[in-house]
Structures are given as structure tokens and as C-alpha cells.
Nanobody
Framework: QVQLVESGGGLVQAGGSLRLSCAVSGSFFRLNVMGWYRQTPGKQRELVAT???????NYADSVKGRFTISRDNVKNTVYLDMNRLKPEDTAVYYC????????WGQGTQVTVSS
């Protein structure tokens, strides 16, 4: 069973930075997708960024140039470095992992104050 454990959310002022981490444990395949989605109340969960090992990352237009996704295949961890944060980035951020099936983390709150 795959488990995802997230960390790094919190409260930050606009223009600040945060780093999210997600450690994946359990039985998984080497070829997989790791990424981050976010959700605000009343809205659908939306893609933030995804990364496949050996491929270029994929970003939502709203975060391009501000967020960077990376992965450590030894630690089986995916990171999201968020810079120049805006109040509209406020959301619950969910880690995502997929090989043959998809798995979600428990979510971590990111709040950006203006």
C-alpha cells in the first residue's frame, strides 16, 4: 500500500516563500508521476505541477515562473518550492502519486496573507 506524507504548509505573507514536501512509501513502480494539486472551498481540485522522472515538469499557467517542482528518487520525495506567493495561492495543497493507480496525500494548508 502506497502512503504519502506531506509537510511544509503554513501561513506566509504575500511575496514570501514556502516549501512543501511529500514522502512516498510502500510498494511502487519506478515509472510514476508525482505532483501537487490544490483546492479551495467550493472549487474543484486543480493541478499545480507534476513531474515524471526523466521528463520536464508540467505547471499550471498561474504558477509558472514562481513555483518549482522537483523530486528525489532516492528519498522517494517530491518537493514544491513556492516563491512570490500571492493571496490567490491560498488553498489546501495535495500531494499526488500515480503508477498503475493514483494516490493522494492528506493535504496541507497554505495561507497567503495580503
Amino acid at each position: 500500500q502506497v502512503q504519502l506524507v506531506e509537510s511544509g504548509g503554513g501561513l506566509v505573507q504575500a511575496g514570501g516563500s514556502l516549501r512543501l514536501s511529500c514522502a512516498v512509501s510502500g510498494s511502487f513502480f519506478r515509472l510514476n508521476v508525482m505532483g501537487w494539486y490544490r483546492q479551495t472551498p467550493g472549487k474543484q481540485r486543480e493541478l499545480v505541477a507534476t513531474i515524471i522522472s526523466g521528463s520536464s515538469p508540467n505547471y499550471a499557467d498561474s504558477v509558472k515562473g514562481r513555483f518549482t517542482i522537483s523530486r528525489d528518487n532516492v528519498k522517494n520525495t517530491v518537493y514544491l518550492d513556492m516563491n512570490r506567493l500571492k493571496p490567490e495561492d491560498t488553498a489546501v495543497y495535495y500531494c499526488y502519486y500515480r503508477d498503475t493507480v493514483g494516490y493522494w496525500g492528506q493535504g496541507t494548508q497554505v495561507t497567503v496573507s495580503s
